[in-house]
């Protein structure tokens, strides 16, 4: 259901997450981006923790 609340809380949990860590840009916050995310974008944020 679109206005589950369980539902909208994981997902601002995972924008959140996913901002915090550097995966996702702040201007990008919705699920349809977290769909479209790559493996490469993951990796490329571990590169540059391993690294700086």
């Not at 601002?12 to 996913?18: C, D, G, V």
């Amino acid at each position: 259901e679109e206005k589950d609340e369980k539902r909208l809380f994981q997902g601002n949990a995972l924008l959140r997450r996913l901002v915090r860590i550097g995966v996702l840009d702040e201007s990008r916050m919705k699920l349809d981006y977290v769909l479209g995310l790559r493996i490469e974008d993951f990796l490329e944020r571990r590169l540059q923790t391993q690294v700086f």
